[in-house]
């Protein structure tokens, strides 16, 4: 594994701690830290990673907290704090 996958990994583990304190701050810092070095290294985020993340403004999703999620019509919504919509497919 190539270090900046370990530290986009280890970005990952902080944001999620520093959101469950309520650092929101803090874990929108390492979401966008871990966003540059994935860029700079041509690297994809995981997706676990990538679906907790909010692309517009950084700030890492806690559903009933500073996001929502529905199910419409066969899709995941995510819905950030400032409007952002994520939709993912799933199967039933």
């Known amino acids: ?3 900046a996958r370990e530290r986009i990994d280890r970005l990952h583990t902080l944001a999620k701690e520093a ?10 810092e390492y979401v966008a830290l871990a966003r540059r ?13 990538k679906r907790m993340s909010c692309d517009r403004c950084d700030r890492y999703l ?5 996001a929502r999620i529905r199910l419409q019509d066969g899709h995941v919504v995510y819905t950030c704090e400032c409007g952002e919509q994520h939709r993912y497919p799933y199967r039933s």
């Open 1 to 3: 594994m190539s270090i």
């Open 19 to 28: 959101a469950a304190t309520g650092a929101d701050e803090r874990a929108r």
């Open 37 to 49: 070095i994935a860029e700079r290294n041509r690297l994809r985020l995981p997706r676990s990673f």
């Open 62 to 66: 806690r559903p009933g907290r500073n």
